[in-house]
């Protein structure tokens, strides 16, 4: 696991996954070529549909994913504040929940699946968790998913 931090967007899973929604189009977009709010949801979906163990960059993708949710919810990470050291794809990310194209993200059924991608993420059988908390850096990454989670709430 590539990470800089315990943020939910300071790991290159995270990031890998802004990059692909940055490559998205907009809308739903279709089976092959997803778009950006299908791939917000299909991120999510991945991590809570999936059985047995599930790797880090799965469940990195998902936590990514559930930030995004609550950004549109308008209870951004400050990850997701513009600024001027802000990075590029975040930037837009964060421009992109504010405009009526993610609207949908606002929604409780979205919300309900971004909470249950979270816990899936940070679960007993999530090898994010696994690898954090065999970290020094633990409880610092807990408290991140903690605000993420109460965000959503």
Not at 6 to 26: C, K, M, P, Y
Not at 47 to 54: I, N, R, W
Not at 121 to 133: H, I, K, R, Y
Request: charged share 25%; with cysteine; net charge negative.
């Amino acid at each position: 696991m590539g990470a800089w931090g315990t943020g939910i967007f300071e790991n290159d899973d995270a990031l890998d996954w802004v990059l692909g929604w940055q490559e998205a189009g907009e809308g739903e977009g279709t089976a092959d070529e997803p778009g950006r709010i299908s791939f917000v949801i299909g991120a999510m979906a991945v991590a809570v549909d999936h059985k047995g163990y599930l790797d880090v960059d799965a469940g990195g993708c998902a936590l990514a994913a559930a930030e995004v949710v609550a950004a549109a919810c308008g209870k951004p990470s400050p990850a997701m504040k513009p600024g001027p050291e802000a990075d590029e794809a975040l930037a837009e990310l964060a421009a992109w929940v504010r405009t009526p194209h993610a609207k949908v993200l606002n929604d409780p059924d979205v919300r309900a699946l971004a909470r249950q991608a979270v816990d899936r993420a940070c679960g007993p059988e999530s090898e994010a968790a696994e690898l954090w908390d065999e970290s020094e850096h633990a409880a610092a990454w807990r408290a991140a998913v903690d605000d993420l989670r109460s965000r959503l709430a």
